[in-house]
């Protein structure tokens, strides 16, 4: 009776242990995924297909949809992505005590995650014209770091309007874009340049 009993449990539990697999396998697909997405445009493919993304991922190109209902749902990831690295500026705190030396700080930070962010912010602008999300995550980005600079540098201690806009300016991707890419700056050349340039702006 007690091995009748055995079983029966067993039979019972198996479609949820059944689901349970599913579950996990379903998950594991859309993490390896997204992955692959990152991979790709991290490795320079700024606009991967879905049948790339696919091949990489070693899954089905319906598996693929079956995730992400198009596209343009799989690049929100670079958004997410880019997210995640400007919350990480954003939470970790400054070891100087005044906002000139927490604003140098800044430059670093922000200069070492535009490094890592850089492949998806070039993919998100060949995307934008045809994508539902990007030119919006890319606006709420500008705003996240406009407002991270106003803590480090509140407007009122920088003493201009005018000082602050040009802080915002000198601080965002686009200029350490044009050092990196088009002026051909090393990274600590760059961050060196800005630093150097804020300084005489601040002081």
Known sequence: MSGA???AREAQASPTEERDGRKL?????RARIVASMLDLIREGEVSPSAETVASRANVGLRTVFRHFKDMDSLYREMSDEIERQVIAIRDQPFAAADWR???MELIDRRF???ERIAPFKRASEAVRHRS???G???SRLVVALREILKRVAPPAEVGDPQVFEALDLLLSFETWSRLRREQGLSQ????????????KLTA
């Not at 396998?25 to 697909?29: I, Y």
């Open 5 to 7: 009993t055995v079983t």
């Open 25 to 29: 396998r379903s998950q594991d697909s």
């Open 101 to 103: 030396g927490r604003l």
């Open 112 to 114: 070492m995650v535009f």
């Open 132 to 134: 539902r999300f990007i």
């Open 136 to 138: 919006q995550d890319s």
């Open 188 to 199: 600590e050349e760059a961050c060196d340049v800005l630093k150097a340039v804020v300084r």
